[in-house]
């Protein structure tokens, strides 16, 4: 599987958008980039996926280069709630053990009143 | 729906001890996994099973066992408990899908265990 990057942590003002970038340079051609977040201690929440068009939904929007050696998960309005350790993970597609994730430490976003 | 739900919620254990923790999912889902994550550090696979009667062995299976009866529950062994074992243990699951799809992965709320 390819390896991932993301910063330790970043701020955000609470309203603006937040912008959490992931490096997957070495990411294959079957490979998706998925984000999940983990809010204090809680299980871990699925925020979206994609492979190489632009994704959006309720919660976020992802940007996936086109080369796809990187990405951008953005919260548009970010709250308090939103404040979470963000993990950026690459996979192939679902099927049986590909299912499973592989997580690195991901980035800590904290939002600020 | 409940989701996954995970018991017990806390447990402190002496070295040597053993114990189950206990998962479940009312989700009708085939794919069922246990995360450890230990203070600072992103989660780790341990098992996984892709459905009843089938399991394999994730990153750390050392000192842990599993074992898969029915679709709905996935308890994970202690059988000797060490104090590098303590951690925040996470349960999850999903339907397993098609190659050409994704299904999330639903996880529990998990299980904060310390050996002594």
């Known amino acids: 599987d390819a390896k991932t990057t993301q910063p330790p942590s970043m701020d955000c003002a609470e309203g603006r958008a937040a912008n959490l970038p992931c490096n997957h340079s070495?990411?294959?051609?079957?490979?998706?980039v998925y984000w999940y977040r983990q809010i204090h201690s809680q299980g871990p929440q699925y925020i979206i996926h994609?492979?190489?068009n632009n994704e959006t939904n309720e919660m976020a929007s992802l940007i996936i280069t086109e080369d796809r050696k990187s990405s951008t998960l953005i919260l548009p309005h970010a709250t308090l709630r939103d404040t979470a350790v963000y993990y950026c993970i690459v996979r192939v597609a679902w099927g049986g053990s590909q299912g499973n994730l592989i997580f690195g430490k991901g980035t800590k976003l904290s939002v600020k009143p | 729906n409940a989701g996954v739900t995970q018991t017990p919620k806390f447990q402190v254990l002496k070295t040597g001890q053993s114990m189950t923790l206990q998962c479940a999912q009312d989700?009708?889902?085939?794919?069922m996994s246990w995360y450890r994550q230990d203070p600072g550090m992103g989660l780790r696979l341990i098992h996984y099973?892709?459905?009843?009667?089938?399991?394999d062995q994730g990153e750390v299976p050392n000192g842990y066992n599993v074992s898969r009866s029915t679709t709905e529950d996935f308890p994970l062994r202690l059988l000797s408990a060490a104090p590098s074992q303590t951690s925040v243990y996470f349960c999850?699951?999903?339907?397993?899908?098609?190659?050409?799809?994704?299904?999330?992965?639903?996880f529990g709320p998990g299980t904060r265990l310390t050996v002594l």
């Open positions: 989700m009708n889902h085939e794919y």
């Open positions: 070495t990411i294959s051609g079957n490979e998706y």
């Open positions: 999850a699951s999903s339907y397993s899908g098609t190659p050409s799809s994704y299904n999330e992965q639903f």
């Open positions: 099973s892709v459905g009843a009667g089938i399991t």
């Open positions: 994609g492979l190489k």
